[in-house]
């Protein structure tokens, strides 16, 4: 389990066949241990100086935007909850429930309001000011519509996650609330799904 408080970015040294390697420098990383790239939950398979190299598989490469990552990019990094961590942002699993589309960004004085569609089959669990992890950084949405939402990026979560070097057109990793998720899940269980 993740929080969407992006501890650092890291730098994609290369993307052969179904294996990300990364630049990233952790304190104590251990193999096998749960890093958020993007907002995906992957797996820590080997270590060497200053580089994370993760296994992908084929539903990860389908379903996210892992597969498009070139040498040089920039993604967010994040290790999972320990208990007796703090919890800053919201409860995210890593597990992507879609990729969505920047469609606009726009600098106002103090933020970036950027604008993402997502599918549609997405909708039932987004919620007017709840809760999404975008590239695995958690935010709050807002204008929600029926395949687009906005979210105001403040200069902080600008500087030191990989939304400095997003444009418009680009893909971003969606998860919706797991909360959300639930509460869909318990009502449609109601109705006999």
């Known amino acids: 389990m993740f929080t969407g408080i992006i501890e650092k970015t890291g730098v994609v040294s290369s993307l052969e066949g179904k294996k990300l390697t990364l630049q990233a420098r952790f304190h104590k990383i251990s193999l096998g241990e749960s890093v958020a790239v993007n907002g995906c939950c992957l797996t820590v398979v080997s270590k060497k100086e200053g580089r994370l ?18 040498k040089g990019s920039k993604v967010n990094l994040e290790r999972s909850l320990r208990a007796g961590d703090h919890l800053g942002g919201h409860f995210v699993l890593g597990h992507v429930d879609a990729v969505g589309k920047i469609i606009s960004l726009k600098r106002l004085k103090s933020s970036l309001i950027m604008i993402v569609s997502f599918p549609q089959d997405l909708r039932p669990y987004m919620v007017e000011k709840g809760s999404v992890a975008v590239d695995g950084i958690s935010l709050t ?32 990793n969606l998860e919706a609330d797991i909360l959300a998720k639930y509460v869909q899940g318990l009502i449609l269980k109601g109705k006999g799904w």
């Open 141 to 172: 949405l807002y204008n929600l519509e029926k395949t687009s939402f906005k979210v105001s990026i403040i200069p902080h979560t600008e500087t030191y996650t990989s939304l400095h070097q997003k444009k418009a057109g680009d893909f971003v």
């Open 53 to 70: 190299v993760f296994d992908l598989s084929e539903e990860t490469l389908q379903k996210t935007n892992l597969g498009q990552l070139k």
